[in-house]
């Protein structure tokens, strides 16, 4: 585990959640940004609660550097929508779990999004795959990026690897 990358001066991913609640997902994002060191903020957006605050993050996202918004958000779900109706940026949609539905009315939510207004969404609770395309959606314009993504890869085909080596070993 790498140190966070999450309080830089310049951060490249903004990553966004309607409750703090919604840390034990969306940590997840931030660990894979911090792994790949890539620096990014943390913060508690509200569509409902503080839609100013949530209009105004969108619109100055592009103008202070951010180069990706990854946004989760559970039950209704409407930040990573109105997120990506107010930024020019790529979004990336977390459905959180709540209590009722297990996220599958998140997931809906976020999936659904009408044309023009596009959100990319991950599985329910899949933050650290959110992270992964914010990564490999900077990885475009970074070679060294690029090459850590590849060394990423080359290191979960090789667990493969084991792991079929172990389980024919177990038979």
Known sequence: MR????DSERPLVGVVMGSDSDWRVM???SQVLSDFEIDHEV???SAHRTPE??????KDAAARGL???IAGAGGAAHLPGMLAAVTPLPVVGVPVPLAKLDGLDSLLSIVQMPAGVPVATVSIGGAKN???IAAKILATSDAALQAK?????DDLAAQVEVKNENLKNSL
């Open 3 to 6: 140190m966070p990358h999450h």
């Open 27 to 29: 940590s997840d994002a």
């Open 43 to 45: 913060e508690v957006v």
């Open 53 to 58: 605050k949530m209009i105004a993050y969108g």
């Open 67 to 69: 180069k990706v918004i």
């Open 130 to 132: 959110a992270g992964l």
């Open 149 to 153: 993504l590849e060394e990423y890869a």
